[in-house]
C-alpha cells in the first residue's frame, strides 16, 4: 500500500492574504526532542516561514540540536535550551515562559510535542490570552496498529502532516515550500573540508549508520558488516559510516580498518554542518528508522531505510522517500512499537534478522 503524501491530512490552502486571520507577529514553536523528530519538523518550519514572511518564528529545541537548522530563513530564530539544569519544574518552565515573552513578544504558540512539560507552558499561554495550538500525535491510531492482537494495518498520515495541520489550526496553513537545507543542489565542498576533499569525478559514495536508540530498529551489527564488506570491494566505492557512542565508535573503527575505501565518523565530533554537507554528496545513505534517515532525507540524499519492529505505517517515513527504498519484511506482528522499544515477544527479532544483506546490497547498487 502506497503511504499517504504530506498533504493528506490538510485542505488546500490558498495563501493569498485571507489566512492568518488572528494577525499574529511572533509565533513560539516548541519541539523538545527527540532528534528525529526535531528533523522532521524542518520541512514545515522552513515551509511556514516562506509562507508568511511578515511572522517571527521561535523555534525552542534541545542546545544539542540547533546546528541541524542550516540555511535557515530570515524571519527564523532556533533557540537552544538546557531544560534539565536551567528550566527543569513548574518554576523553571514558567521562568521559561516569561523570558520568551518579555524577549520576544510571541502572540502564539504551537506545540509540536504535547509532553508534560509543554502542557505546562501551554497552560501559561493560556492564563496570558496567547493563541495556543497542539499537535494530534494520533495516540489512538498508533496504539491500534501496534498491538499484538486486534492490530489495524492502515496507514497514519505523517509526523509532518501533524505538524502541518497544528500550524493550519492556529490560522496559518501551510504549503510546502521546502526544497532541502542546501536548497535543489549539494552543499559547497568547502563546508567537510574537515572531513575529507571533494568527492573525484567518478567516484561514488555510500553512507551506513547501522545504529539506533532500541534494539527493535538495529539490523544486526555482524550481518550489516557483511554489508560493508561486499560494497567496499566495489571499484570506485568509498563509505562512510556514521554513529556515536562509544560502543559505535569502536565498532565502526573496526570495520573502517578492516575493509578498504571505509572511513568511520564516529566519535569525531564534525558537528551537524559539516556532516550534513558530506551526506548531501553521498549517492545513497543507509539507515535504521532514525534521525539518520531523516538528516539525510534533509539534504536530498536519497535514503535505503530498514524497518524491524516498527514500520513506516505509523507515520515516521523519511521525507520524499521512496516506497521502494524501505526494506521489510511482511510479518503479521510488524509493528510492535512506535519506537521500537519493546522486547520482541517472538525473541528472536526475526523481523530484522530475517532481512538478508543481500537485499540491502541489492538496493544500494541500484544508486552506485
Known sequence: MTLPSEDTALPAAKLDGDNNPRNLTTVLVARLSALGDVAMTVPVIYSAC???????????????MTSIFINAPANLTVIGLDLTDDYNGVQGIWRLYRELKLKYAFDGFIDLHDVLRTKIFAA???LGHIPVSVINKGRKGKRALTRRRGKVLLPLISSRARYRQA???????????????????????????????????????????????????????????????????????????FGGGKEEESVLQTWAERYPATVSLAGKRYGFPAELALVSWLNVMVSMDSA???????????????????????????????????????????????????????????????????????????YI
Open 167 to 241: 500550524f493550519h489550526h492556529i490560522g496559518l496553513p501551510v504549503v510546502n515550500r521546502f526544497e532541502g537545507l542546501f536548497g535543489e543542489g549539494k552543499s559547497v565542498p568547502t563546508m567537510f573540508a574537515p572531513i575529507c576533499p571533494p568527492r573525484p569525478e567518478g567516484e561514488k559514495w555510500v553512507g551506513i549508520a547501522p545504529f539506533a536508540k532500541h534494539a527493535g530498529k538495529i539490523y544486526p551489527p555482524a550481518m550489516m558488516e557483511q554489508v560493508v564488506s561486499a560494497i567496499s570491494e566495489t571499484p570506485g566505492i568509498r563509505i562512510f559510516l
Open 292 to 366: 539518520n534517515m531523516h538528516l539525510a532525507a534533509l539534504v536530498r540524499t536519497p535514503v535505503i531505510s530498514i524497518w524491524g519492529a516498527t514500520h513506516p505505517y505509523c507515520g515516521f517515513k523519511g521525507w520524499r522517500q521512496r516506497d521502494d527504498d524501505m526494506v521489510q519484511l511482511p510479518m503479521t506482528c510488524r509493528p510492535c512499537s512506535v519506537f521500537g522499544n519493546k522486547p520482541c515477544f517472538r525473541g528472536d527479532y526475526h523481523c530484522l534478522r530475517g532481512i538478508t544483506p543481500q537485499m540491502i546490497i541489492d538496493r544500494i547498487i541500484h
Open 50 to 64: 516562506l509562507c508568511y514572511p511578515a511572522v517571527r518564528f521561535i523555534f525552542i529545541t534541545r542546545r544539542s
Open 124 to 126: 501559561f499561554c493560556r
